[in-house]
């Protein structure tokens, strides 16, 4: 599901003309979710923490990448769109 999230939001982004994609990765304390994040392009974002609204890491940890925007994404998307 995850996936395919990530997948329906970059292809969002690419009809929006959006260059980046900013999250708070409410991880539970055992890192996995931000490892899961990292693998799909992600990056910690320590400046954007506080602006989030999750000061020292309270709510988890800000993370951003660049919107890949692509002329086929919805060629490559597994969503099925009607």
Same mark, same amino acid.
């Given at each position: 599901?995850?996936?395919?999230?990530?997948?329906?939001?970059?292809?969002?982004?690419? &009809? =929006?003309?959006?260059?980046?994609?900013?999250?708070?990765?409410?991880? $539970? /304390?055992? /890192?996995?979710? &931000?490892? !899961?994040?990292?693998? $799909?392009?992600?990056?910690?974002? +320590?400046?954007? =923490?506080?602006?989030? /609204?999750? +000061?020292?890491?309270?709510?988890?940890?800000?993370? *951003?990448? +660049?919107?890949? &925007?692509?002329? $086929? *994404?919805?060629?490559?998307? =597994? *969503? =099925? !769109? !009607?």
């Amino acid at each position: 599901i995850g996936d395919l999230a990530l997948e329906a939001i970059a292809a969002i982004h690419s &009809v =929006q003309g959006i260059d980046f994609t900013v999250l708070v990765a409410d991880d $539970n /304390g055992s /890192g996995k979710l &931000v490892k !899961w994040y990292e693998l $799909n392009g992600y990056e910690l974002a +320590p400046k954007l =923490q506080d602006l989030l /609204g999750s +000061p020292d890491g309270k709510y988890g940890a800000s993370m *951003i990448r +660049p919107s890949s &925007v692509r002329g $086929n *994404i919805f060629a490559d998307c =597994q *969503i =099925q !769109w !009607w």
